[in-house]
């Protein structure tokens, strides 16, 4: 009878201390689920922050973050992309006062929030181009902003540039000049006149560009100057009370391309 006695009261033993085991292993995690944890905290820290980087592989993301930092109420149109390197993102530093907003673009092999100070190192980052957008107190004020020509009212020695489109060159202080209009534009190259085909080149090369692509159309005019030397090219445009002026391309058929890119 103490046998029977003594083998139940050590069942019962062995059950509550089952259940008491049972009960409490819940509250400790496992090792696989600490490991787990700890993987999905890194990558959580590892994504970058879309309230003030470029955070995104696209051009979208990083231009729409530029738009956000601008803060400024001027009705400004921003490209649809930028060409870059491949391989690299684009960011940008941005000044917005009353009337004019200054963005100057970069590429960087890095991600790099908009305005970063990293931006002040030309070692992190290239400047490719920047867009100054200045609203005037009325349109005619803004046109007088626009170096516009009528090439063929002017005149001059013309050149076929293919396309149907005839240029006319002009010749003064050691540059050679070779201007053509397309629609509200006035585009012409510039050369050293010891090397005048060079500026007869960069103009076909234009012509065949825009003959795919499109300028932004002005309101009421645009001028475009490419330089051969790459040392001065600049496009300005005016839209309504608004100029655009994008400047500090090396590249002159890069400039023009930069420009299409306005067009929305």
Not at 44 to 72: C, F, M, R
Not at 85 to 110: C, H, Q, Y
Request: glycine share 4%; net charge negative; charged share 25%.
């Amino acid at each position: 009878m103490k046998k029977v006695v003594f083998t139940f009261m050590l069942l019962s033993f062995s059950i509550i201390t089952a259940c008491s085991d049972k009960e409490e292993k819940p509250n400790v995690p496992n090792k696989p689920q600490e490991e787990q944890q700890s993987q999905e905290n890194q990558q959580e820290s590892s994504k970058p922050n879309k309230e003030n980087t470029v955070a995104s592989i696209t051009q979208a993301g990083a231009l729409k973050n530029v738009k956000d930092q601008l803060k400024t109420d001027l009705p400004i149109t921003l490209p649809k992309g930028l060409p870059i390197t491949e391989g690299t993102f684009l960011t940008a530093t941005t000044k917005a006062e009353a009337n004019e907003v200054e963005i100057v673009f970069f590429e960087s092999t890095e991600y790099l929030p908009i305005n970063d100070i990293k931006l002040k190192q030309p070692d992190r980052a290239t400047v490719i181009a920047r867009l100054l957008v200045k609203q005037y107190e009325s349109a005619d004020e803004a046109s007088k902003q626009i170096s516009f020509e009528n090439y063929h009212q002017n005149g001059g020695q013309e050149v076929d540039l293919s396309s149907n489109i005839k240029g006319y060159q002009d010749a003064g202080a050691g540059s050679l000049w070779t201007g053509w209009n397309e629609g509200r534009w006035a585009i012409a190259t510039q050369t050293r006149t010891d090397n005048p085909e060079a500026g007869v080149k960069l103009a076909k090369q234009a012509v065949q560009f825009l003959e795919s692509h499109m300028l932004p159309i002005p309101k009421q005019h645009g001028s475009a100057h490419l330089d051969v030397n790459e040392s001065g090219n600049l496009i300005v445009w005016q839209d309504d009370k608004l100029v655009y002026t994008l400047d500090s391309i090396k590249d002159p058929l890069k400039a023009l391309e930069m420009a299409t890119a306005f067009y929305h």
